[in-house]
């Protein structure tokens, strides 16, 4: 699906309210991922060894940001040329590989987009809206579904 130059603008600036408070928000994020799926703590490197969730973690919170940052960057793609390619930093063939070994699996990324809504639904507050989630669905649904692809699942 393309993206429409509304749902283009709703992402830029719900991606810069998460941009301006990302320690706070990256907490928000990962609280909800482990709400749903307690089990995918000992997955991540930085909430492995902790009790709880850490704050001021700053791997924590670059990893929150590459996955939004992401999911904002697709939206842009999707808008411009109605498709994704990843950025240069981070190759499909080693993002797939990742997330097989780590063990992955399609609840995961269903919880995921749901921490990823709830968190821009805390950064946007008063300014949040139903097409302002659906805006950031549609680059997470095809995001997810390229890096599935590249994991081997038939979609
Ligand atoms: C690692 C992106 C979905 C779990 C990563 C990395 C990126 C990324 C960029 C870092 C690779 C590196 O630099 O080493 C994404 C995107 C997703 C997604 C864009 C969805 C569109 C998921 C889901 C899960 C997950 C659903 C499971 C809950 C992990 C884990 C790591 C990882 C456990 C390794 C982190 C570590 O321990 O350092 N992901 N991911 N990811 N991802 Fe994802």
Redesign the pocket.
């Known amino acids: 699906d393309a993206l429409t130059e509304k749902q283009e603008a709703l992402v830029n600036s719900s991606w810069e309210a998460f941009k301006k408070n990302i320690p706070h928000l990256s907490i928000v994020f990962y609280s909800s991922?482990l709400e749903k799926?307690p089990e995918?703590k000992d997955?991540?490197?930085?909430l492995k060894n902790f009790d709880g969730i850490p704050h001021q973690n700053s791997?924590l919170e670059a990893?929150a940001e590459?996955?939004f940052d992401?999911?904002r960057d697709a939206a842009i793609q999707l808008r411009a040329k109605g498709k994704i390619d990843l950025a240069n930093d981070?190759t499909l063939e080693?993002?797939a590989s990742?997330?097989v070994q780590?063990g992955?699996?399609e609840q995961?990324?269903v919880?995921?987009k749901e921490a990823m809504l709830k968190t821009i639904k805390k950064a946007m507050d008063d300014k949040w809206s139903e097409e302002l989630s659906c805006a950031w669905s549609i680059p997470?649904d095809q995001?997810?579904a390229t890096?599935k692809k590249a994991m081997g699942w038939e979609l």
């Open positions: 991922i799926a995918s997955m991540f490197s930085f791997t990893h590459k996955i992401m999911t981070v080693y993002l990742v997330h780590k992955v699996t995961h990324f919880v995921l997470y995001l997810a890096i």
